[in-house]
């Protein structure tokens, strides 16, 4: 035998140092729910570690992503429903629970990353991500509504606006309107494919946000397609976004590989909630461990092409 591979594994030592995709804190993301009120911390049974905080715990919790190397925080807000509208009203609000929380978190930790999803759905009292027209989710109508929420969430001073409601055109609605506005210099992450999944449950419990009817399939992607996504990337590239996104992740590695060849702007990944939710329940009962799933799942994820993770498990994971 010429070849043998295995010579390449004989230790600890060689293996590290042949290791060809590292995880690291610094390109992990934590996502933080956040809700009005004062020293609120409510369990998210089915995203286990993540809890409704109110902004002096997203404090506490923006501190220890800070101390742990993490870099960037993603914020979802928890709207209550008498706030919730068929015009997302509540989304343009500089006094919401969003900007509100932007604006704690930068005074405090200045140097993190801040994220803020754009779409309409935790506003929505239909829990779409478009504006309800005569029972469908019509698009043109939405942009203007976009473009409000999140030029409000750019003058709270988030670093990356990140729309994730898929609508067509959003991504240059938003930039013109953020430019003309004086906000040329707040970043778009776009959730570029985003796949019709099933694995937002958790997620949609946690924000009181699943749809009123139907589901989300006139929007969303259809889990089936791959160059799809590839189409989605190129108009969002030309519309002008700066990293694009990817989400589910695990279950959708070829797609974030795809964009990673494709495309020269950083790619991302979003770990949802029913992907973490899924290593939990299985390690819950004792059938894998929680600590390697983990690591594995996201060491995948950055070995398929993703440069940034969203993952729930981000102040818990280790670096490898
Ligand atoms: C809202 C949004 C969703 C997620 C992130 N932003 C849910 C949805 O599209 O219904 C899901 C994240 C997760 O499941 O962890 N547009």
């Known amino acids: 035998m010429l070849e043998r591979p295995r010579r390449n594994r004989r230790s600890e030592s060689l293996r590290k140092m042949l290791q060809e995709t590292q995880l690291s804190q610094r390109q992990l993301v934590l996502p933080l729910f956040v809700k009005e009120g004062d020293k609120l911390r409510e369990e998210i049974p089915a995203i286990p570690g993540s809890y409704r905080l109110s902004i002096d715990e997203a404090l506490r919790e923006a501190e220890k992503a800070a101390e742990s190397g993490i870099l960037g925080i993603a914020l979802f807000p928890v709207v209550p429903n008498e706030k919730k509208d068929a015009r997302a009203s509540e989304s343009k609000n500089p006094k919401g629970i969003a900007p509100d929380s932007i604006r704690a978190i930068k005074k405090r930790f200045p140097e993190l990353v801040l994220f803020a999803d754009v779409a309409m759905d935790p506003y929505s009292s239909d829990g779409h991500d478009g504006l309800v027209h005569e029972g469908r989710v019509v698009n043109d109508p939405t942009l203007p509504i976009l473009c409000e929420q999140a030029l409000c969430l750019a003058q709270a001073g988030v670093d990356f606006v990140a729309p994730s409601d898929m609508m067509d055109g959003r991504i240059e609605a938003i930039r013109s ?144």
């Open 177 to 320: 309107h953020l430019d003309s506005q004086g906000f040329s210099e707040t970043g778009i992450l776009s959730y570029t494919a985003k796949y019709a999944s099933s694995l937002y449950g958790p997620f949609r419990q946690a924000l009181d946000s699943a749809p009123r009817f139907g589901d989300k399939k006139t929007y969303q992607m259809n889990p089936a397609n791959r160059i799809e996504a590839l189409r989605e990337a190129r108009l969002d590239i030309q519309e002008g976004a700066d990293i694009l996104m990817v989400k589910p992740a695990l279950s959708y590695l070829d797609i974030i590989s795809d964009l990673h060849h494709h495309c020269d702007v950083p790619i991302a990944a979003y770990q949802v909630s029913g992907e973490f939710a899924m290593i939990h329940a299985a390690a819950r009962m004792g059938w894998i461990d929680l600590d390697r799933a983990l690591q594995e799942s996201l060491l995948s994820i950055r070995r398929a092409g993703a440069q940034i993770i969203f993952t729930y498990a981000a102040l818990s994971v280790k670096a490898n």
